[in-house]
């Protein structure tokens, strides 16, 4: 859902927590501008692992939907102040082999031109 504005809404940070439910990545993509920054929450750098620009963030938002099939965002809140925001979350998924998470976790927003230009997730690390 493209803003029509400049300005970010709590309604379109729930519209992209919502299209990340459906696993709608046309949609998803619609939210994120052309040039757009994904810092994953895990990877081998200290900020996880980094994407940049359409191609390279759509493929890692596919990595994840092929890994949790059935992978869900819940109980999402949101917060917008200037050109930054975050939303709160439970991630629940089931991964390939049957094992399941559930955690707690946020995204940080940089917005531009009312579309998110980096998304910076973080999630707690619990242990099984």
């Not at 709590?10 to 993509?29: G, K, P, V, Y």
């Not at 890994?67 to 965002?73: E, K, L, Q, S, V």
């Not at 979350?89 to 082999?97: A, L, S």
Request: proline share 1%.
């Amino acid at each position: 859902m493209a803003q029509s504005t400049q300005r970010v809404t709590e309604a379109f940070l729930q519209s992209f927590a919502e299209a990340f439910n459906a696993h709608d990545l046309t949609a998803i993509m619609a939210h994120m501008t052309q040039d757009c920054v994904f810092q994953a929450s895990a990877g081998t750098d200290a900020d996880g692992q980094t994407f940049t620009g359409q191609e390279q963030v759509r493929k890692a938002f596919e990595d994840v939907f092929s890994t949790f099939p059935d992978a869900h965002w819940g109980h999402a809140k949101h917060f917008i102040v200037g050109n930054r925001g975050f939303s709160e979350w439970v991630f629940t998924g089931t991964k390939q082999d049957g094992s399941k998470v559930e955690v707690t976790g946020c995204d940080l927003f940089t917005f531009q031109q009312g579309k998110i230009a980096v998304k910076n997730s973080y999630r707690k690390n619990r242990q099984q």
